[in-house]
């Protein structure tokens, strides 16, 4: 890992000049799991991210996969300091956001902003959509005068599709897709270099996930911004990544571009998840092969020692029950964690 710089400009803001512009080393998450009783103990933890490492360079785009609970949410939230992380390194921008004090904290989410799954839960409904989109700019004082917060608010919704004056509705009074314009606006309120994508599309109907899917592409072009996107839509990561991750019970086991994980899968989960992709061409969909899974996917609680995805894989081995797979680079930005590959 290289050493980054950062050099700090008279207004307050970064300009960073490093290799990576966000790099996670050995992330840990751990939720404690307390039995019942007058006095709880500390009997187990969830391990919703265990031991994972991975970086983003500037100005693209890091789709992050994986099945419900595989830990992709904790990691977005993590990176965020929405969770105190049990163990490891968060250097964004050269700075380790885990030991970052409440209030640097506060002034660094100014550089890196998250967008919601919900857009309807995440917006308040009692607030108007200026007043939403403003209010990022209020706190971190980012207006010069009254007309200027103004200026901005009505800027902003037109760089996301939406008419000015809507400004004075209330989120029932959007749709769904409009909503998720509204989370866009508030996000780049601040001018963050990184934009962490919490499963943004799929709340929205299939003909409004492409039109915000290509409005995330036009404002990284416009704005210059660093996107980690996540989803479980196989499809519309492949649209917009440039680098792809798979996450399977809390370890990443493959990342690579996304021509070569598309092209080249190496993990057994990820030639899985790739073979359960439709295919338009009824032909081909028929011809190529398809792998299922058998079993569930086991408790985070208390994985499967050795590699945790033994117990699915149709080409395990007694290694794979006893060791941890090395996550290996096998050249070309590809890596991956297992012990046939």
């Not at 400009?9 to 966000?22: S, V």
Request: glycine share 8%; with cysteine; net charge negative.
């Amino acid at each position: 890992m290289t050493q980054t710089d950062v050099e700090v400009t008279g207004h307050g803001t970064e300009q960073y000049t490093g290799e990576y512009l966000l790099e996670v080393n050995n992330l840990k998450m751990y939720f404690p799991v307390n039995s019942r009783g007058i006095i709880p103990r500390h009997v187990a933890d969830v391990k919703a991210v265990d031991d994972i490492s991975f970086f983003v360079r500037k100005g693209e785009t890091l789709g992050v996969v994986g099945e419900s609970g595989c830990g992709k949410t904790t990691v977005g939230r993590s990176i965020m300091q929405v969770y105190k992380i049990t163990e490891g390194e968060i250097m964004f921008e050269g700075v380790d956001l885990a030991k970052l004090s409440p209030g640097r904290m506060r002034r660094m989410r100014r550089r890196l902003q998250m967008i919601f799954q919900d857009p309807y839960s995440s917006l308040n409904p009692r607030m108007t959509a200026g007043s939403i989109i403003g209010e990022p700019i209020r706190i971190h004082n980012m207006s010069s005068s009254r007309g200027d917060y103004v200026d901005q608010v009505e800027e902003l919704l037109r760089v996301v599709g939406l008419n000015p004056y809507m400004r004075d509705r209330y989120p029932h009074e959007f749709s769904g897709g409009q909503r998720q314009r509204i989370s866009v606006a508030r996000a780049l309120a601040v001018r963050p270099s990184l934009i962490i994508c919490d499963e943004p599309v799929s709340a929205l109907d299939v003909s409004i996930q492409a039109q915000v899917i290509n409005l995330l592409e036009e404002l990284q072009e416009q704005f210059d911004l660093t996107y980690i996107f996540i989803a479980h839509d196989l499809s519309v990561v492949r649209h917009i990544s440039d680098r792809v991750a798979v996450m399977y019970l809390g370890k990443i086991v493959e990342i690579a571009t996304r021509e070569e994980l598309y092209e080249n899968p190496l993990h057994p989960y990820t030639r899985a998840l790739l073979s359960a992709v439709p295919i338009p061409d009824p032909i081909v969909e028929r011809q190529r092969e398809r792998i299922v899974l058998t079993g569930d996917v086991p408790s985070p609680i208390r994985p499967p020692s050795g590699c945790r995805f033994h117990t699915r894989c149709p080409i395990a081995i007694d290694v794979c029950t006893e060791e941890d797979p090395e996550f290996r680079e096998m050249g070309g930005d590809h890596w991956v964690a297992c012990h046939r590959v």
